[in-house]
C-alpha cells in the first residue's frame, strides 16, 4: 500500500491535514453531479489531477448529456469534454503508467475487452493488447489491476483462464497486455486461490511481495514477487478478509467481516502476527470497503450496507481509538464505493449516494477539512525546491539540515538523506515524476519533482 500511499498524499503538508470538520469542497463544481439513477463503481486521480470516473446507468453529468459509464473530470469538478464518451462497460479497477497512460479494468462492453490501456487524452493505446475479441483475453471480470514497480500488472477477478491459458483468478500481465507466463507456473495449484472465487483481493507490498485474501484457510497469504508462496508469513486471522492496507511503518490494516453484515478493522505485522497495541475497531450493521492511513497516522474509514452510526465515513487514531474531532454532520445518506485522498489532502468519495449533510450531491463530491496547519503557513510557503523540472541537482530554500526520503510515482523509497547544503543530486534517477518528502520536526512537507 505504500506505492498507492505516496500517490495519495504527496504535497500534504500538515500533521492536522483535515482535522475537525469535513465540509463540502465548494472549489469542486459539479452542481448536483450526476443523474438520480446513477452510481459511482470506482474513481482514480490521475498525476494532471483529472479523475477518471466509472459506474452505471450514467446518463448526464451536471447537465451535461452521457452515453458513457467511464468520463473524466477536470480537477475543478468540470466535464472533461476532450476525454471519449463511448465506453460503454462499467471499470471496477484504473492503474497509471507513470508515462501518465491508463489501464482500465472491468468487464465487457463496447471496445473494452476486460482490460485496455488508454494514452492520458482517452484514445485506446493499441501498444496494449490482449488480441482482437473478448475470448482472446481474461475470460470473466476483473476486479481489481495493480502496476508493480517494474511495468506489469498484477490482475484479481472472476477468470479462469487467459486465452487458451488456464489462469485462476490471479495473475500477471506484461506492458504489453501479454500473460506474464514466468507468474509462478504452479500458482494454479495453490488450493486458497484455485477454488472457485477463491481469491477475495490483493495488495502489492512495498518489498514486492503480494498479499492474498483468500475465500478459505488460511485466509491470508503472501506471495513472493515470482508468485511463489512466500512461506515466512503466517496469519491467524479466521474472519474473512475485504480489503488489506500496508502502512507506511509496513504493519497491514485489515478489513474483515466477523457476521452476516459487521466488519472489523484489525492490524497485523509484517510478518502475520497480530499487532497487540492496536485496538480492533469494530462496525455493527455495515462493513468496511475504504481504508486509508492519513499522514498524521490517523486512519480513514468508509463502510457500507446500511451502516449508519459513523455515518458511513470515520477517522480513527493510529492506537484504533475513534479520533472524535473528526465531523461530518450527518455523513452520506447512502453508500461510498472508493475514496480517494488528493494531493492537497482533500477528501475525493464516489459512490451510491445523492447527498452529504442535507446537501445535494449525486454519486460524486470533494471535502476539505479545516485548514488551520500546525506550521506556520508563512514558513511552507518560503519552502521551496528549484529547478522543477530538474537534470542533475535539486537546491532547497529556507531548508537547514532536514531529512528527505525520495519516492518514484508508484510510492517506491528510491534514496533518502539528511542535507546540511540545501542541495541534493538526482542525477542517477531515470526520467520520470518524484516525490521528496522533508521531515520537519513531527511534520512531513512532500514535493512533486520532474526528472529530465
Do not use: C
Not at 296 to 310: D, R
Not at 414 to 426: H, Y
Amino acid at each position: 500500500m505504500k506505492r498507492k500511499l505516496f500517490l495519495a498524499l504527496l504535497l500534504v503538508l500538515s500533521k492536522s491535514a483535515f482535522s475537525q470538520s469535513a465540509s463540502i469542497d465548494a472549489t469542486f463544481a459539479i452542481g448536483n453531479g450526476f443523474n438520480i439513477s446513477s452510481a459511482v463503481s470506482t474513481i482514480a486521480l490521475q498525476s494532471d489531477n483529472k479523475i477518471l470516473v466509472s459506474g452505471v446507468n450514467f446518463s448526464s453529468f451536471n447537465g451535461t448529456s452521457i452515453s458513457s459509464n467511464i468520463i473524466r473530470v477536470n480537477s475543478n469538478g468540470s466535464f472533461d469534454t476532450a476525454f471519449p464518451n463511448v465506453y460503454v462497460s462499467t471499470a471496477y479497477s484504473f492503474a497509471q503508467q507513470s508515462d501518465g497512460k491508463i489501464v482500465i479494468a472491468g468487464n465487457s462492453g463496447s471496445n473494452f475487452y476486460r482490460i485496455k490501456r488508454f494514452n492520458i487524452d482517452g484514445t485506446i493505446d493499441n501498444t496494449f493488447s490482449v488480441g482482437l475479441n473478448p475470448n482472446d483475453g481474461f475470460n470473466n471480470t476483473i476486479f481489481k489491476i495493480a502496476l508493480q514497480s517494474d511495468g506489469k500488472f498484477i490482475v484479481q477477478g472472476q477468470f479462469t483462464a487467459y486465452g487458451t491459458t488456464t489462469i485462476k483468478q490471479l495473475a500477471r500481465v506484461n506492458n504489453n497486455g501479454s500473460l506474464d507466463t514466468s507468474f509462478n507456473t504452479n500458482i494454479n495449484a495453490i488450493t486458497a486461490i484455485t477454488q472457485t472465487n477463491g481469491v477475495r483481493s490483493f495488495t502489492l507490498l512495498a518489498s514486492g511481495k503480494i498479499l492474498v485474501a483468500t475465500n478459505s484457510t488460511p485466509r491470508l497469504i503472501r506471495l513472493n514477487s515470482d508468485g511463489s508462496l512466500d512461506n515466512t508469513f503466517s496469519s491467524s486471522i479466521t474472519n474473512s478478509v475485504d480489503l488489506m492496507t500496508e502502512q507506511t511503518d509496513n504493519k497491514i490494516l485489515i478489513a474483515t467481516t466477523f457476521s452476516t453484515n459487521s466488519g472489523e478493522l484489525v492490524r497485523i505485522n509484517s510478518t502475520g502476527t497480530n499487532d497487540v497495541t492496536f485496538t480492533n475497531y469494530s462496525i455493527t450493521g455495515g462493513r468496511i470497503n475504504n481504508v486509508h492511513q492519513l499522514s498524521t497516522n490517523k486512519i480513514l474509514i468508509s463502510n457500507y450496507n446500511g451502516a449508519t452510526a459513523t455515518n458511513r465515513l470515520v477517522r480513527i487514531n493510529n492506537n484504533g481509538g475513534v479520533d472524535t474531532s473528526f465531523n461530518i454532520g450527518t455523513g452520506l445518506n447512502s453508500d461510498i464505493s472508493k475514496i480517494i485522498i488528493q494531493p492537497d489532502g482533500k477528501i475525493l468519495i464516489g459512490g451510491f449516494f445523492a447527498s452529504y449533510n442535507g446537501t445535494t450531491k449525486r454519486a460524486i463530491l470533494r471535502l476539505i477539512g479545516d485548514s488551520n496547519l500546525s506550521i506556520d503557513d508563512n514558513v511552507i510557503n518560503k519552502i521551496t525546491i528549484y529547478p522543477n523540472p530538474v537534470k542533475e541537482t535539486i537546491y532547497l530554500s529556507n531548508i537547514t539540515e532536514k531529512e528527505y526520503e525520495i519516492f518514484d510515482i508508484l510510492g517506491k523509497s528510491i534514496s533518502k538523506g539528511k542535507t546540511n547544503v540545501n542541495q541534493i543530486n538526482v542525477n542517477s534517477l531515470s526520467k520520470g515524476i518524484y516525490i521528496i518528502k522533508i521531515k520537519i520536526g513531527e511534520n512531513i512537507i512532500n514535493q512533486k519533482f520532474i526528472k529530465e
